[in-house]
């Protein structure tokens, strides 16, 4: 049986080797046909403490690791965006 992989943002960063990924899902209302978003907070396992938060990842279902930890993290979708340097000309 496959494993699920879901997308999502990570929110929390606090614990040790610990991330909370909110993955987000848009789902059709049942009654007036209106697109929604529906999301939940899973608690996903980070051996290295190498995410960060904002940053967006995919995680993997697994075995239980702990009472909440059911996930673990798998790679890095993309990297939190830096803003870029504005360089100002001070010879106008």
Do not use: C, F, Q
């Not at 978003?37 to 940053?55: F, I, L, T, V």
């Not at 702990?66 to 993290?73: A, D, G, H, I, Q």
């Amino acid at each position: 049986m496959p494993k699920r992989v879901l997308t999502g943002v990570i929110v929390s960063d606090k614990g040790d080797k610990t991330v909370v990924v909110n993955v987000e899902r848009k789902v059709k209302h049942p009654l007036y046909g209106k697109i929604i978003r529906r999301s939940k907070k899973y608690h996903a396992h980070d051996e290295a403490n190498e995410y960060k938060a904002g940053e967006t990842v995919r995680i993997e279902e697994t075995k239980p690791i702990s009472k909440l930890k059911t996930w673990k993290v798998i790679d890095r979708v993309n990297a939190r965006a830096t803003p870029a340097e504005v360089v100002i000309d001070e010879t106008a």
